[in-house]
């Protein structure tokens, strides 16, 4: 099982590296402030693990939440897939240490503050107003607030602390970066902790030897390891490292120590920066602290007890209808067909040429949002709360034509329906007035302006005449939806429009 997925994640990062290598950097949001804290974690988890003994072989399942943030008008939204390659790359890094990642949840919220500012006080503000402590809270950006910094993870440990990472979308799949990053969530720090504010070590600047502190104020790491426990990241079997270049996959420096011994650091350490050259590994002793931290009093909200569906969904679904090139007679109602796929209980379909995307959790689904007479090209894959590695199908091609479905079509039983009030305020109900010439039963479903399903209430009971369904809007983010009343026989679509 483990090893299928390691096969997957080499042939995606394979092809990854393949174009990337060359002056890919990585820099990592975690300063040397941060790293206290982090540090003072780390020490706290020592004192309350003392005792502690971590049996092997029993796998702790911990859920994951992925905000997919986009700006305040709902656009630029960071993709699912994001969030599906990002568990396939932490599985695989944490698959030795008997700890596996499953999908929580997607969130969708609205805040360019967030979306390009994370770190701002109005975008931290933001990312604390959104935290729900039962899941590590993993945010997925455009932009961050300092250049070149790709992810960062905001201490303190706890549901009285911040606890969360920030990741840009670019990045979430990237085989160092998340797992760097949920290592600082589980209290590690760089193996170069106390250089991060300079450019990494340099002899005319730092001397060499070097001194007995850091230019952050920690004290130098030794070769000899005499000082391990207090100086440097504070681990002993990860070796001293004042933090080096990180274009190339071979350390060439000739750094010493205080003592005047060479340096040896260890650059392919999951809390180096060393980007882009594989082969990664948490040291021995990095895994103890990731358990003690794992097991801690305020990690208790990451281990709920849950094992998700452990299936592995190894195939690419096949697309079937509309068949490739297809013209398809209507526009706003277009059914999407393919292959299920074993252990599969999610589908992420991509509308490639126009960015659009839906979940489906069977093998087809009817998209109600496209345009007249245009192209669209689609191909999905299949995954579900634990395997999310999957690859895409085949992408096809098809045309809808100019034909309406819903607008002209009625509901014979339905004589008319209103939405009211609309435009709604966020948080307040609205209500679907509707006037029947029978008793009947509907379906409910308030779906985004992206087609997600947000809302649905099953066979809801309308009584002969008028009658009137409240829909709670707690939920929902400011934005236009469609809300579908779906009988039997037909279905109609109205529009409804949240406001602040
Ligand atoms: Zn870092």
């Known amino acids: 099982m483990v090893k299928s997925i390691k096969f997957w994640v080499t042939l995606m990062v394979t092809a990854f ?15 040397a402030e941060a790293g206290k804290k982090i540090m003072a974690q780390m020490q706290a988890n020592r004192n309350e693990m003392r005792d502690f003994v971590y049996t092997r072989g029993a796998i702790t399942y911990v859920p994951v939440r992925f905000f997919l943030v986009a700006k305040s008008d709902g656009s630029g939204r960071a993709s699912e897939r994001s969030g599906l390659q990002a568990l396939c790359v932490l599985n695989d890094a944490y698959a030795d240490q008997d700890i596996q990642f499953y999908l929580k949840e997607f969130k969708y919220i609205n805040s360019t503050s967030i979306y390009s500012n994370p770190t701002s ?13 039962n899941a590590i809270n993993i945010f997925v950006v455009h932009e961050m607030s300092e250049e070149g910094v790709l992810a960062y993870y905001q201490p303190e440990a706890g549901p009285n ?14 085989s160092l970066v998340l797992p760097h990053e949920v290592g600082h969530f589980f209290s590690l720090n760089h193996t170069f902790y106390g250089w991060e504010s300079t450019g990494g070590w ?19 790491e030794l070769v000899n390891g005499t000082n391990c426990l207090n100086a440097g990241d504070g681990i002993c079997d990860t070796p001293a490292d004042y933090m080096f270049p990180n274009n190339s996959c071979a350390y060439t420096q000739n750094a ?5 011994q060479l340096l040896s ?6 809390m180096n920066y060393v980007y882009g050259c594989g082969d990664y590994h948490f040291t021995d002793d990095q895994k103890t602290e990731i358990h003690g931290s794992l ?15 452990l299936t592995q969904v190894g195939s690419a679904p096949t697309a079937i209808s509309p068949q490739q090139n297809e013209v398809v007679s209507t526009y706003n109602s277009v059914k999407l067909e393919w292959t299920a796929v074993a252990g599969a209980d999610r589908y992420f379909l991509e509308l490639t ?10 093998n087809s689904i009817t998209l109600t949002d496209l345009l007249p007479n245009k192209s669209y090209l689609w191909k999905v894959l299949a995954y579900n709360e634990y395997s999310t590695c999957g690859l895409f199908s085949g992408q096809k091609i098809f045309k809808t034509g100019d034909q309406q479905l819903s607008d002209t079509s009625t509901i014979p039983e339905v004589e008319n329906w209103s939405i009211n009030p609309n435009p709604v305020r966020v948080g307040e109900p609205f209500f679907i007035k509707v006037n029947t010439t029978e008793a009947v039963q509907a379906t409910v479903s308030i779906t985004s302006i992206t087609g997600r399903l947000v809302q649905e209430f099953p066979q809801t009971d309308f009584k002969a005449g008028e009658s009137s369904f409240e829909i709670p809007t707690v939920d929902l983010s400011s934005g236009l939806y469609f809300v579908t009343l779906r009988t039997k026989k037909d279905f109609q679509t109205q529009r409804v429009s949240v406001i602040n």
């Open 161 to 174: 602390g911040n606890d969360w990472i920030v990741c840009l979308e670019s990045h979430t799949g990237q």
């Open 353 to 362: 040429n126009t960015g659009q995307r839906y979940i489906a959790t069977t």
């Open 202 to 220: 340099d002899a005319a600047a730092n001397g060499n030897p070097v001194g007995p502190t850091s230019p952050d104020g920690v004290p130098n």
């Open 17 to 31: 590296f393949a174009v990337t290598a060359a002056n890919a950097q990585f820099k990592c949001g975690v300063t």
């Open 256 to 260: 010493k120590d205080p003592n005047g």
């Open 295 to 309: 097991f801690s009093n305020p990690r208790n909200y990451i281990r709920p007890n849950y094992t998700p569906n």
């Open 265 to 270: 650091p260890d650059i392919h350490n999951y």
């Open 121 to 133: 006080f109005s975008g931290s503000n933001a990312i604390s107003g959104q935290m729900i402590y």
